[in-house]
């Protein structure tokens, strides 16, 4: 806001301060100057709308909002106050409103370019593409510049993207949009290099292929300047469509020769296999540093022609030779595993031993020691057996090895790591060391292990060894990663926290990796540090809205039309991410599980949050899965890799949680305004239809409910089994095995029982009251067994050894989550049943005594009820209570590590720092999870009549 | 083997330093200065990504290196002298004087590199990167190459005394 012209309008003079104070953050004063200005110059319409700035931003959104409305309905045409409603409505998220602000100021100054510009403009950030194109007509025809037309003509190719039907894109929209670009050209207007692309990008979705070409070739082609080959890539693209190989050929030879691009394409084979040999012969004879293109060219030329089944392969060589060709020039550089690994399959299994032995010829390695191994002597030499370490865990020759093998595998790959340290010794905190990899590898190895013999000492023993690596690679975000995860798998919070902020994870990171965080945060019963992560991920896709709008203006206003479809569609991918749906939703239930009954009543708190039963905002159908589910390194062989079929149940995994969970609050909604509306009882139509309507919708939430629920046993039969670096397991299976989503359901049930027993009353209700009774007594059964489910030590010493069981922590969550719901219900309950009650007991006094009438079988029912339910979470309370004291009593020092494993004094350090932070986080896990069904117990008293 | 591709703007951004807001400022303005390179794998091995700015009247128009990021594994292979060539090239069709760009002081890997590419140390600006946690801010080399148009070679001549951050345009 701090730029503004012209300072000899009075009017400038007297809003300044009021700026001013904006600007400087002083809101108060500004609404205070506001005022004062506002009592001498009551038309100042400026001076109300800073005032509902100052407002807005000290949370008095209401009284912002009708300020500016004030303002608004006089349909003002000043600069000023346009502007400064323009920020306005931004910061209220309304940016709609802005468009009706600027369509009455062209109204009334129908030759203003700014103000047309401004509603073009407008329109974009809500991406009304039709009004776009007519204000961009209208603003051309006010001021004729062409780049006005083309804002219009974009629009229509805007029109055309987003419409639903391609039919209707391809025969009116589009087409609509060249005849308009070829009235530019035929009347000879063409200006810039941004028409031209803009209208090469409409030929190119009509696939209008020839006309395309023949204009990129033609004198606009010659326009494209801007971006290196342009000309070319289109040209090559037009080419590739038409599938006019010769020239297609032609032109990437030119281009080939001149730069590095993709692999070119060739009319015969025998031509293929030529221009690559030809092109590894000229590499050799060069002097200077070679290029990998010719060489991996070879091997992309072998496993293309195995792909079709060409015989001329055997021109190009042997892929084994040639693969130790290009080890023996590249194998140390870093990248040559990552060049190489893409070709190993074109090696049979019965050559793979050969050919780690053959690369292991090619490593310059120092005499071997006592210890039986031979070290590189230089960095360059480190990179070459690093990579033929990861080669042949590739393979797989790592995994085939015995217990033992592996054993000392580990101990071969712990000696090369410690011995490669000494070249980093000079490295910066920021920089990572030579030997890194080797530590990581070492963690593989003890992670097969684990999973293969259940051994938990390899689980400790490969915390201890990530958390050396750490100590000297502070920055290596590899194992930062890689101890997340096992922390996580160990249901141990805490050190993740600060694992995870010090990856310094950042924007587009939230939603790729904040997964990792958000999966485990409030499973594992740390429910401040989940709140915190829920809000890292929000905070990010709430900006995202915002800041990309401002960029697709400014990419119209640059005439970068080709960025404008990309920027939609990345938008479009965040706001479908699956991950905001779920932090979404997460982080409403978890304001519900630690809030609602305890700060302020359920009602309360689904009504500040806004939340409406009826409303589904999660777009089921277009959900975007943008976890970055390969963001840990492994060289796992292809049969262990995360496949395409893995990503697909995960995510359908994932999608049915969702559904579960965002069921379940929609539910608690609906709960929550069933105890609304106090007049009920009157029982006046009106509001007995606002009740019924209220009540189908918690019967139509349970069903689909029940659905989901049906649809996630199916799910979980299949027992899916992923890559252990691959995506973590979904909630679902241990939510339904613990028996937490049935009870939760049944209690949701059980409202609607109530809900009639309220209109029935208790006279004629017998069988009603039954049912609820039934209903009191079966809940209490599965919260009973849900707790039993809990039962068991978390972390215990048995032997010397340290033995965890991650599940019973985040079955106690789940318990303490169902017990939250069942509370919830049974205030309901009491809602419902003491007016009932009172109304019993004034007839009883009109009867005078005739006091033989027993009490209803629901109401003692309730009190039985209330009663067990009372009973259920005093037991849990010493549950955790005894867990808390039996970890605290745990004397980890006691543990003797080391022992036959080959762990030196330093590494056992480690180790034990690890399982210190496991210790700690179960307690911290445990303490929040009691406080809060502390807190829930409270809420119990008051059930009582 | 490496596509060199334009920047689009999907998850490209996954791994970097910025703001989505400033990447898509870039975008939106100077697409064709923005390029990535690709391995065969698909895997992000670097990206380029500078605009063109200054006053032609001035001889002062010119391309400039906002950000050259090469991965750890694919360092070492020439990549960032190619990324700088393609920039140069595309200053030079612009018609640019010359191409600037700025650097720590420290970061002598990087000094040395830009030196081998033909820059040279223009001038020094004081306390151009301001540091976290509470380690002094760090100064920069702005650094220069001149191009084809800047016959004379004017537009690199050092500047002996070191500059402020408000002092540079």
């Known amino acids: 806001m ?41 038309d100042l319409h400026c001076a109300k709308v800073l005032k509902a700035i100052g407002l807005q931003r000290t949370g008095k959104q209401d009284e912002a909002f009708s300020l500016a409305q004030e303002v608004a309905t006089l349909e003002p045409t000043d600069d000023n106050s346009l502007q400064a409603l323009t920020i306005l409505y931004r910061e209220m998220h309304r940016p709609e409103l802005v468009t009706k602000l600027y369509e009455a100021a062209v109204k009334k100054v129908p030759l203003s370019e700014e103000y047309h510009s401004h509603l073009f403009m407008a329109y974009a950030r809500v991406g009304e593409y039709k009004k776009m194109q007519q204000a961009g007509m209208a603003l051309y025809k006010t001021v004729p510049k062409n780049p006005y037309y083309f804002w219009s003509v974009m629009s229509l190719v805007m029109q055309a993207i987003s419409a639903q039907d391609e039919k209707l894109a391809q025969t009116m929209f589009l087409p609509l949009a060249e005849r308009m670009v070829e009235k530019m050209v035929k009347e000879e207007k063409i200006e810039a290099e941004a028409e031209v692309q803009l209208y090469f990008m409409i030929l190119e979705r009509l696939g209008k292929y020839v006309e395309a070409l023949d204009m990129v070739r033609g004198p606009l082609g010659e326009k494209l300047t801007s971006e290196l080959q342009s000309r070319e890539n289109k040209c090559m693209m037009m080419y590739q469509r038409l599938q006019l190989w010769p020239e297609c050929n032609a032109l990437s030879y030119k281009l080939l020769l001149k730069n590095c691009v993709e692999g070119p394409v060739h009319t015969t084979v025998a031509e293929a296999v030529k221009f690559v040999v030809d092109r590894m012969e000229e590499e050799d004879k060069k002097d200077s540093r070679p290029l990998r293109g010719p060489y991996m060219a070879c091997l992309e030329l072998i496993h293309r022609l195995r792909q079709r089944g060409c015989p001329d392969e055997e021109e190009l060589g042997d892929p084994l030779e040639l693969m130790l060709q290009f080890f023996g020039k590249f194998g140390d550089k870093p ?59 590739v393979l797989g020759l790592q ?118 965080l958000t999966r485990y945060a409030g499973s594992l019963g740390q429910f401040a ?26 990419a119209y206003k640059y005439g970068a039309f080709e960025k404008i479809p990309e920027f939609i569609a990345f938008r479009t991918r965040l706001n479908q991410s699956l991950h905001f749906a779920q932090v979404r939703t997460e982080r409403m239930l978890l304001d519900l599980y630690t809030e609602a009954d305890i700060t302020s009543s359920l009602e309360e708190s689904v009504k500040a949050m806004g939340l409406c039963p009826e409303e589904d ?17 492994s060289w796992d062989p292809k049969d262990r890799e995360l496949t395409e079929e893995h990503r697909r149940l995960s995510l359908e995994e994932e999608s049915v949680w969702l559904k579960v969970r965002s069921l379940t609050l929609r539910l608690l909604a609906s709960l929550a305004l069933l105890g609304h509306a106090p007049s009920k009882r009157n029982s006046d139509k009106t509001n007995e239809n606002g009740v019924s309507a209220k009540s189908s919708t918690l019967q139509t939430l349970l069903s689909q409910l029940d659905l989901t629920l049906q649809t996630a046993a199916q799910i979980t039969e299949k027992q899916t089994q992923y890559p252990f670096l691959g995506p973590p397991s979904s909630r679902l299976a241990s939510a339904l095995s613990s028996g937490s989503c049935h009870c939760q359901a049944s209690a949701l049930q059980l409202s609607l029982t109530l809900q009639e027993l309220e209109t029935t009353g208790l006279d004629d209700s017998s069988e009603l009251q039954t049912q609820i009774c039934n209903s009191f007594k079966s809940l209490i059964v599965q919260l009973q067994e849900l707790l039993s489910r809990c039962k068991g030590d978390v972390l215990e010493m048995k032997d010397s050894r340290l033995m965890t069981q991650p599940s019973l922590l985040e079955t106690l969550v789940f ?22 009650k009172s109304s019993l007991q004034k007839k009883k006094k009109k009867k005078t005594k005739d006091s033989s009438t027993a009490m209803p079988v629901v109401l003692s029912g309730f009190q039985e009820w209330t009663g067990s339910l009372q009973g259920i979470v005093t037991q849990a309370l010493d549950h955790v209570k005894g867990q808390e004291a039996s970890l605290t009593a745990l004397k980890l020092a006691a543990l003797t590590l080391g022992v036959g494993h080959a762990q030196t004094q330093e590494e056992c350090g480690f180790t034990r720092a690890a399982m210190d932070k496991v210790q700690t986080s179960y307690l911290g896990s445990l303490q929040e999870l009691g406080d809060l069904l502390r807190k829930r117990a409270d809420s119990l008293k008051s059930l009582k009549f | 083997m490496t596509t060199l591709r334009a920047f689009t703007f999907n998850f490209d951004i996954c791994y970097n330093n910025y703001g989505i807001p400033f990447y898509l400022q870039y975008l939106a303005h100077w697409p064709e200065y923005f390029i990535v390179a690709e391995a065969p794998g698909g895997e992000l091995m670097g990206y380029i990504m500078g605009k063109a700015e200054g006053s032609v009247a001035r001889e002062e128009w010119h391309g400039h290196v906002t950000a050259l990021s090469v991965a750890p594994e694919f360092r070492r292979l020439g990549l960032a002298a190619k990324l700088m060539e393609m920039l140069e090239e595309i200053s030079e069709r612009k018609g640019g004087f010359f191409v600037d760009l700025f650097v720590r002081v420290s970061n002598q890997v990087a000094v040395n590199m830009y030196k081998q590419l033909g820059y040279s140390v223009y001038r020094t600006v004081i306390e151009y990167y301001s540091a976290s946690n509470g380690e002094p801010d760090e100064d920069a080399y702005d650094m220069r190459k001149a191009l084809s148009r800047d016959t004379e070679r004017k537009s690199i001549i050092p500047i002996p005394h070191p500059v402020r951050p408000e002092d540079i345009e």
């Not at chain 1, 780690?356 to 490593?363: A, I, K, Q, T, Y």
């Not at chain 1, 390695?365 to 590189?376: M, Q, R």
């Not at chain 1, 990010?540 to 915002?546: E, P, V």
Request: a negative charge; one cysteine or more; glycine letters at 6%.
């Open chain 1, 2 to 42: 701090a730029a503004r012209g012209h300072v000899q309008d009075p009017n400038d003079r007297r809003l300044r301060p009021i700026y001013d104070y904006l600007d400087n953050g002083n809101n108060k004063m500004a609404i205070q100057q506001a005022d004062k200005l506002l009592k001498k110059h009551k």
């Open chain 1, 335 to 393: 990248c040559c595993i990552t060049d190489l690994k893409i070709y190993l399959h074109l090696l049979p299994p019965e050559q793979h031993t050969q050919f780690e032995n053959r690369l292991g010829e090619l490593v310059p390695l120092g005499e071997v020691g006592e210890d039986g191994f031979g070290f590189p002597g230089d960095t360059k030499a480190l990179q070459r057996h690093l990579c033929v370490c990861q080669l042949s865990r």
């Open chain 1, 399 to 516: 995994h085939t090895l015995d217990t033992e093998g592996k054993l000392c595998l580990i101990t071969e790959l712990k000696a090369h790591y410690h011995y490669g340290l000494q070249f980093g010794k000079s490295c910066l905190k920021t920089e990572l060391q030579f030997s890194d990899t080797y530590c990581l590898m070492v963690a593989h190895v003890y992670i097969d292990l684990w999973t293969e013999t259940g051994d938990e000492n390899m689980l400790w023993q490969c915390l201890g060894v990530l958390e050396e690596g750490l100590s000297y690679s502070p920055s290596n975000a590899q194992f930062k990663l890689l101890l997340l995860l096992l922390f996580c798998r160990l249901g141990a919070f805490q050190p993740v926290v600060d694992l995870y902020s010090s990856l310094d994870a950042k924007h587009v990171q939230h939603d790729t990796i904040g997964y990792l």
């Open chain 1, 529 to 554: 540090a989940a709140s915190q992560s829920y809000n890292f991920s929000l905070r990010f896709f709430h900006s995202n809205q915002k800041d990309t709008s401002e960029y697709i203006i400014q």
């Open chain 1, 617 to 633: 905002d999660i777009p089921w159908d277009n959900m975007r899965d943008n976890r970055d589910l390969t963001v840990l390194f």
């Open chain 1, 815 to 836: 318990f303490v989550e169902t017990v939250c719901v069942v509370l919830w219900v049974a205030s309901y309950s009491a809602s419902v049943l003491r007016p009932l």
